[in-house]
T-cell receptor, first 114, second 117 residues
């Protein structure tokens, strides 16, 4: 079985400060990891993914994430937060033994204050 | 707009009625997924298709739920005899055929919000 944990329901940061949204995962095979963002009454928008290769993955809107196999983590980061980054963020995992099915975390609400 | 589209965006129905939702994937995507999302939770996998073949169904998909993708393009999700617990956002996503990674990025539609009274 595969699972995702996002340990923080809410993350609050000041505009211009760095942000981190945490994600840990559990899979039986090699992990495929994704971050999505959801704005109110909208579907999920893809931000970035890790499939293989470099542990540091760069994605849309200046976001990046670091894959850490030993800690089974895939934390989302941005060096300088914007007020417009305020949204709901989801981490998702799939693996190479269960292609097609992604398991999502329960989401982290990011609030960036001016 | 060439993204994933879903219709309707909102549906209010009375308990016991049947409802049907439609999803049109990105045209070159042969995989199509259905998820359900309730307030405060992430999307939960329901089922997915590769072309017209339904390859996996979650145990969440009770006998009252049925999904089809008859020509390998658009898909429908029908809920029969709706219950108040069916109230949720129903999300559709599509992806390209898997490459070496066996899992490609899923692109989501805006969702259909269902309210069962």
């Amino acid at each position: 079985a595969q699972s995702v944990a996002q340990p923080e329901d809410q993350v609050n940061v000041a505009e211009g400060n760095p942000l981190t949204v945490k994600c840990t995962y559990s899979v039986s095979g090699n992990p495929y990891l994704f971050w999505y963002v959801q704005y109110p009454n909208r579907g999920l928008q893809f931000l970035l993914k890790y499939i293989t290769g470099d542990n540091l993955v760069k994605g849309s809107y200046g976001f990046e994430a670091e894959f850490n196999k030993s800690q089974t983590s895939f934390h989302l980061k941005k060096p300088s937060a914007l007020v417009s980054d305020s949204a709901l963020y989801f981490c998702a995992v799939s693996d190479n033994t269960n292609a097609g099915k992604s398991t999502f975390g329960d989401g982290t609400t990011l609030t960036v204050k001016p | 707009d060439t993204g994933v589209s879903q219709d309707p965006r909102h549906k209010i129905t009375k308990r016991g009625q049947n409802v049907t939702f439609r999803c049109d994937p990105i045209s070159e995507h042969n995989r199509l997924y259905w998820y359900r999302q309730t307030l405060g939770q992430g999307p939960e996998f329901l089922t997915y298709f590769q072309n017209e073949a339904q390859l996996e169904k979650s145990r969440l998909l009770s006998d009252r739920f049925s999904a089809e993708r008859p020509k390998g393009s658009f898909s429908t999700l029908e809920i029969q005899r709706t219950e108040q617990g069916d109230s949720a956002m129903y999300l559709c996503a599509s992806s390209t055929p898997p490459g070496l990674a066996a899992q490609e990025t899923q692109y989501f539609g805006p969702g259909t919000r269902l309210l069962v009274l």
